[in-house]
């Protein structure tokens, strides 16, 4: 079976003046839901101009969690990221109505955040074309996913964990991108102050056979 895909988002480097270059392309696309994991190895096979140049093995996973950052080279813009500052790698996860948490707009214990993460696999039925005019068409994960906190331990160089729930949605929003939303939980209270750059709470997102963090901050 051939499926084609639709590219996303494309991305070049560029060269310096002088001298010889090659630029990097890099391309953003979205893994068919029709790769079964269970199946056969597939292969993404790039055309141009109706030509094949290259393909690429494929080892198909039942889910492979990213959570997004401003950092991430997808080619995609990120217009929550647009007002951090320069070289800045903040993880995608906002307040219900935004901002993105930071140092100056901190997360609190029992708020409801929004976390944007890539990878999270089957979804309950198709997205529609026309979507959505109410939330119920958004299509679910299928897979069963967590979420954990941790923060630091003043006495000792470890992280303690706090607590395991489940989100309270994760479903995808288009393009590949999901939306996870979750309660932020009680902050112990010798819990840190954020640093400009750093956050006082580790959020880690894991489903099946996969998962990632972010670091956000949380008020004392």
């Known amino acids: 079976m051939t499926i084609q895909l639709q590219i ?27 790769l079964n994991p269970e199946g056969d190895q597939s292969a ?9 140049f290259a393909d690429v093995a494929l080892n198909a996973v039942t889910d492979s ?31 219900a109505r935004g901002p993105l948490i930071s140092s100056t707009s901190p997360a609190t214990p029992g708020e409801t955040l929004v976390l944007w993460a890539y990878g999270l696999g089957a979804i309950d039925h198709p997205i529609i074309s026309d979507c959505c005019a109410s939330p119920d068409q958004l299509p679910l994960a299928s897979q069963p996913f967590t979420m954990s906190f941790s923060s630091p331990d003043p006495a000792r160089p470890v992280l ?12 995808m929003v288009g393009a ?18 954020c640093r400009l750059k750093s956050g006082n709470l580790k959020v880690l997102l894991s489903g ?13």
């Open 8 to 34: 996303r988002g494309v991305q070049q480097n560029g060269c310096p003046t002088s001298g010889t270059c090659s630029p990097a392309t890099t391309v953003t696309i979205q893994i068919p839901f029709e």
């Open 44 to 52: 993404l096979r790039f055309k141009e101009h109706g030509t094949a």
């Open 65 to 95: 969690v990213h959570v997004i950052n401003s950092c991430d080279q997808t080619g995609i813009s990120l217009s929550l990221a647009s007002g951090l500052p320069a070289g800045t790698c903040a993880p995608m996860v906002m307040h």
């Open 160 to 171: 303690r964990r706090l607590v395991v729930a489940a989100p309270t949605y994760a479903g």
């Open 176 to 193: 590949g991108v999901y939306q996870v939303q979750f309660v932020v939980p009680d902050a112990p209270s010798d819990i840190a102050r």
């Open 208 to 220: 099946p056979n996969s998962a990632d963090a972010a670091e956000i901050c949380v008020k004392p």
